[in-house]
Structure formats: structure tokens, C-alpha cells
């Protein structure tokens, strides 16, 4: 017992000194060994983030397939010379004039091309011997797209950057139901030569058929075949021809579902649409029918008329006023 008391009286004070050492410095020790791991360990990044710089290289790689045209806006720079930049808007012939090296057709080139071309003048020209340029484009005036034909809401509308078919098609409110399968597309640099797309219903065949589209594009959606039953038939109606194929008397009248129960067949004929006027053709519906005449071929725009059996009623229908009766019905797809 003597001996502990005097263990603790003999060190008692030196572990009281090392305590308060260790009390006192471990907060420092602390902070320092936590500092490493706030370093190495960064936030993750967000799905947004890691999408965004993928998004921003597609949308710079298209724009750097871009063809300058007239009425764009140019911002040129001349690396050390600040005097030779300038921002120069194309004229409507694709020329720009430039200080020293004068007038310079770059209509039809990419903004890269026009930084080579205008290079190659200065050194040409012996101006500078080795010149940098930069060209950006800071207004496209024809970077939209023309919406024509059979769509809700033809127009012009503004497109940067890569678009397709469908995108175009779903600016202008999607096609009408009078629509064709086929879509013309006029590009900027070859108007006369468009390229002609098929529409399909199928949809492993409709991924082919959107295609891409470039600024200064020309879309037209075509306009379907349509032909018209009007008359004594269960269901009046128009009929788009698919594809512009022929359709056949018999056949327009199975899509009107057949003769109303006062029809005429005898009275019925086809008005078409002729370059003098509108012509009358006597169909022999009875005989085509009882399989005693061959069957008609209607073209687009004809109207096929089956009378009442009253042949009061069929004298006053004449033909302009059956025309417009068909042209008012609504249009059906088969």
C-alpha cells in the first residue's frame, strides 16, 4: 500500500503533463489527417452533368458542318492584326470584302474552309507570312428550314444544328390526312436536284425514311390521290389513293360501303377534272356490278356520282355542285 502511494506520487504529475499534451494536440492531428480525404474524394457528378458536355460536342460538331450563305453574319479575326478584323455580313452574291485582301466569295463554305481560304489570300497577297484566322459565325439568316405541302402549319421555322425529317415534320403540326407517301427535300447547295423520301407505315422501315436535314432545306410533303363517292352510298366520303395507286370504281364504291337503297346505278358517272374544264364520263355501274362490264379506273380528283332513283333529284345535281359537295366531305385513309 505504501509502495502504490508512492508509484503515484512519484509519476502522478508527469502523467497529468501527458495528458494535457495529448488533450491539447489531438484537434490539430485530427484536421490534418482529414484534410487528404476531402481532397480525393470529389461530388459525383449528376446525370445532367455528364450528359451535358456529350450534348454540347454533337451540337458543335454540327455546327461546324454549316455552310455560310448570303446575309450571314461573320465575325473575322486576324491573330495580331487587329486592324484587318472585322464582323462583315455576305452579300447576297456570297462575297465579302475584307481589308487588303478585297472582295472574297465564300458562299457554299464551311466556317473552317473560309478561315483556310481567307489565310491563303493574306499569304498570297504577301500581307503576312504566316496569318492565323478565325471566322465565327454570328448570325445564320439561313439557318431555317421551308415546311410545304400537306402539313398543318407550312411555313419557315428556324433550325441550328442537326436535325431529321420527323423533327421538321413535328415543327409543322405533322402532315394533313390528305398527305402523300412522298417528301421532297430541295438542300441550299443542290435546289435542283431534290431528294425524295418515301414515307412507310411500317416502323421498321420508317426509321429509313428519317433522314437528316440541313439549314436552307425545302421540305415538301406530296399530296395524295383522292377520290370521291358521292350520291346515294351508305358513306359519301373521300378516299386517299395509298401510294397513288389506281383505284377502280368497285373499289371506291366497297370504301363508301356500297349503294343506298334508292340508287340508281344506271344514272352514274365519273366527273374529272380536265385542263378545259370538268368532264363527264357515264360509268355502267349495273353491268360492272353483275360482272357484265368491265371495271373504270379513277384517277385523282375524280368524283364518282350514283343518282337517286327519282330522276327529278338526279337532274338538278349538275356537276359543279356535285364537285363542290365531294370537295367538302372529309377525307379518309384506308
Known sequence: MKQSQSYSARFGGSYRELLFIVLFFCPALFAQSSEPNTAVRPPAATKTEAATPVDTASKNDALRTLKVGGGDLLDIKVFGVPELSDSVRISARGDVSLPLVGTVHLDGLTAEQSEKLIEQKLKEGGFLRDPHVSVFVKEYATAGISVMGEVARPGYYALIGARRLFDALSLAGGTTTKAGKIVSIAHRDT??????????????????????????????????????????????????????????????LALAEGLGRSAAPNGAKIIRKTPTGLEEILVPLKKILEGKSPDVAMRGEDVLFVPASAGKNAARRTLEAVVQTATGLAVYRR
Not at 418515301?198 to 425545302?218: A, C, R
Open 191 to 252: 435546289p435542283n436536284d431534290p431528294q425524295l423520301i418515301t414515307l412507310s407505315n411500317d416502323p421498321t422501315k420508317s426509321s429509313l425514311s428519317n433522314v437528316e436535314i440541313n439549314p436552307g432545306d425545302t421540305i415538301v410533303v406530296s399530296k395524295a390521290g383522292i377520290v370521291y363517292v358521292v350520291g346515294e352510298v351508305t358513306k359519301p366520303s373521300g378516299f386517299v389513293m395509298e401510294n397513288n395507286e389506281s383505284l377502280t370504281v368497285l373499289q371506291a
